[in-house]
């Protein structure tokens, strides 16, 4: 089998210390080196609002792994995400060549930025 590109978002309850949240992700980012799975790119989002509460609660911590991997990993790595009580929610998601491209643009910056268009004959 050929490995793809996934793109994983987890939110950790937020009742947590700092230390139990990074070791929460670590043992997340374990499984999946252990899975056989390369990463591309990791980003923390932080603690933040909920859309809705959850479990009661309003803010968690989110965290996004984007990685490449054989399909047989996210059954695990999911079997591992319902198995841990600090995580309330899980997203993954796998990218197709234009997610991957719009990503590449994103981490470089060129997203969300407006286009300067100068007309010819213009002075800058």
Do not use: C
Request: charged fraction near 30%; hydrophobic fraction near 35%.
């Amino acid at each position: 089998m050929q490995n793809k590109q996934y793109e994983t978002v987890f939110i950790i309850t937020p009742v947590l210390s700092e230390q139990q949240m990074k070791d929460t992700v670590d043992k997340f980012r374990n499984i999946l080196s252990n899975l056989g799975a390369e990463f591309v790119h990791e980003d923390a989002w932080g603690l933040r609002k909920l859309a809705y509460p959850i479990q009661n609660k309003t803010n968690a911590y989110y965290q996004l792994f984007e990685y490449t991997a054989p399909p047989t990993a996210n059954a695990a790595l999911e079997i591992e995400f319902r198995r841990d009580e600090k995580i309330i929610r899980f997203l993954t998601t796998v990218l197709d060549k234009h997610s991957i491209d719009y990503n590449e643009r994103k981490r470089k910056g060129l997203v969300g930025r407006k286009k300067e268009i100068i007309k010819e004959g213009e002075a800058a």
